[in-house]
Every structure is written in C-alpha cells, then in structure tokens.
C-alpha cells in the first residue's frame, strides 16, 4: 500500500510570490491534514480536510489557505510569501476526521529567498 | 490550554543504554497520545501510542508510561541502538482529532 505522497519535494521562492503544495493520502484515507515545521517552532497544525471542507483550522494567517478535491487529494498554497514561511511542510492522512492515527507523507522542503 | 510540553531537548545515550522523554500536558480533553519518530528528510512516522484508561504500553523495546493523574507520559526507550538516533515527538490528540505536538527530543545513541 503507497504511503502520503507530497509533491514538489523541494522549492526555491522569492519574498511576495505565491506556491502550491500538493499531497495524495493513502488510498483509502479521506482526511488530510496540513503542518508546518521549524526549528523554532516544531510541528504547529495547519488545517484539516475531510470530503472537500475544511473542518479544523491552526492560528496561521489568511495567506495560508487549502483545499481538497473529491478523489482525497489536497494542496495547500501559500500566497505573498515571506522569509518566515520557510519550513517544511508535512502532510498526513488518517482514514477519517476524529481517527487518532495519522500518517505523514516526507514533506516538501520550502526556501523563501 | 493546548500545550505538550516535551524535555529534554536533547538526550546522548550509549549504545544499550536506556532513553527517557518526557512529556506533560494540561488539557484533559486529549484521549490519545501517540509517539513519533523523525529521521532527517523523512516526515514523523507513528511509533506507540496509548489511551488515558491505560498505564503502560510495551511494543518491543519501546514502553509508554502514563500518569493521568499528573497528566504526564513519557518514552522509554530499552537498550538503544545507534539506529534509534532520531528525533522524537510526543503528542496529544484532542477528542476533534487535532493533533498537537511536543517541541521534539534530539536523541543520539553512541556506539
């Protein structure tokens, strides 16, 4: 059974522009959540998707937003970017909203410049 | 309050020696707590996790213990290998299915 995939695996952007991260779950899993990674700030939840609503938000401003497609798979997008957002951002998918184990996918790197 | 707090930050163990994290929380509406592992460029996999009702889970060489009195839980980790050298991350999971996380322990076994 493939396991969380996230692509790109990797991005380079500049301060003010725009990207899209894209994750496909397990297949099977129809929830997605979204986290973002720092070494100063560890693992803060982003959002949470289940049948293409949004059900759980984190305390991230309204430039981070995502959404979810009726075969599962989401993609989060960050607009105007900043140096700040570089992170890793993970993906994880559980079978259902309320499943207490999540699976995450390796994540994609960003590097705002 | 929805904070886990996890210490040490970092933690260097010989090789068969054993590994302990802690972790405490505040909020009693976490009804799961799950452990997770992060080796460099991958992302958290689960690696034990255990319910309130519960004191102790053992899977292999890695136990939890869980006071839910002291809303405190922590990781063991038995004879450690060089192969356990990770990152750890405790977490509670909120009766929703959010998941918060510890800040992470940097733990390196020397052989």
């Known amino acids: 059974k493939a396991g969380v995939t996230q692509t790109p695996r990797y991005l380079i952007k500049t301060r003010g522009q725009q990207v899209t991260l894209s994750c496909s779950p397990i297949s099977g899993h129809r929830s997605v959540s979204w986290y973002q990674q720092t070494p100063g700030q560890g693992l803060q939840f982003l959002f949470e998707?289940?049948?293409?609503?949004?059900?759980n938000k984190g305390n991230f401003p309204g430039r981070f937003s995502g959404r979810q497609f009726s075969n599962s798979r989401s993609e989060m997008n960050v607009s105007t970017l900043e140096l700040g957002d570089s992170a890793l951002y993970l993906c994880?998918?559980?079978?259902?909203?309320?499943?207490?184990?999540?699976?995450f996918g390796p994540g994609t790197r960003l590097t705002v410049l | 309050q929805q904070q886990v707090k996890q210490s040490p930050q970092s933690l260097i163990v010989q090789k068969g020696g054993i590994s302990i994290i802690n972790c405490a929380y505040e909020?009693?509406?976490?009804?799961?707590f799950p452990w997770y592992q992060q080796f460099p460029g991958k992302g958290p996999a689960l690696l034990i996790a255990?319910?309130?009702?519960?004191s102790e889970k053992k899977e292999g060489r890695f136990t939890i213990s869980f006071n839910k009195s002291a809303k405190q839980f922590s990781l063991h980790i038995m004879d450690s290998q060089p192969g356990d050298s990770a990152t750890y991350f405790c977490?509670?999971?909120?009766?929703?299915?959010?998941?918060?996380f510890g800040q992470g322990t940097t733990l390196q076994v020397k052989p």
């Open positions: 255990i319910r309130p009702d519960v």
């Open positions: 994880a998918s559980s079978l259902a909203p309320g499943s207490n184990e999540q699976f």
């Open positions: 909020n009693t509406a976490f009804d799961y």
């Open positions: 998707y289940f049948s293409e609503t949004q059900r």
């Open positions: 977490a509670a999971v909120l009766n929703t299915g959010k998941l918060i």
